[in-house]
């Protein structure tokens, strides 16, 4: 799993008008979770930008006021009209506690679906895995090579080196859907082979 480096500043002072101060002057307002004490902290806007706004996971290697920590944003919430961010909650990681954490999924191979005509779909963007930061991939690779017109794979097909997939078993991770051109070459020969 890759490493992001992160600088922050301890908030002294809490609250709603705070945090619009800290906001103001391009921050945002951030609360580290785990080892008994929450610490509350801001970091500015374009430090993190890099590590919002990508499909990759990473652990962030936050330093707050000289103080080390490794941890992994926990959650983000972003104003309902600009969709700036608001605030980041972060959870320390530690070697022997297990997290939850969300695994962007990639597919490999063609499918013989699609060589069929069919369509590759994927349903599901990103698995939400239970495990040891240090086990983690930086992606559920899934080969799809074998995966015919019309079928699926299921989450409950999966299986992670000692981690555990949190997600409903038989929901659909992806699937070869069937084409309207795939629809009717396949009547077309049916309707032909039945002459």
Known sequence: ??????????????????SKAVRASESIPCVLY?????????????????????????VVDLTIDGKHTKSIIQDLQFHPVSD???????????????????????????????KAGGKLALQMRKLKVKGLYKDF???????????????????????????????????????VKLTRAARGAAAAAASASGK
């Open 137 to 175: 991939p930086e992606s559920v690779n899934i080969d799809v090579t074998n995966l015919g017109l019309g079928k699926t794979i299921q989450v409950g097909a999966l299986s992670l080196d000692k981690l555990e997939i949190l997600n409903a078993k038989n929901a659909v991770v992806a699937q």
């Open 1 to 18: 799993m890759k490493t992001f480096e992160l600088q922050g500043e301890v908030r002294s002072e809490l609250g709603k008008k705070s």
């Open 84 to 114: 700036k961010v608001l605030h980041i909650d972060f959870l320390e990681v530690t070697d022997n506690k297990p997290v939850i954490i969300e695994i962007p999924v990639k597919l490999n191979g063609l499918a013989e679906g699609v």
């Open 34 to 58: 785990g080892s008994g004490s929450n610490t509350h902290f801001s970091v500015t806007a374009s430090d993190v930008r890099k590590l919002i706004y990508t499909p990759e996971v990473f």
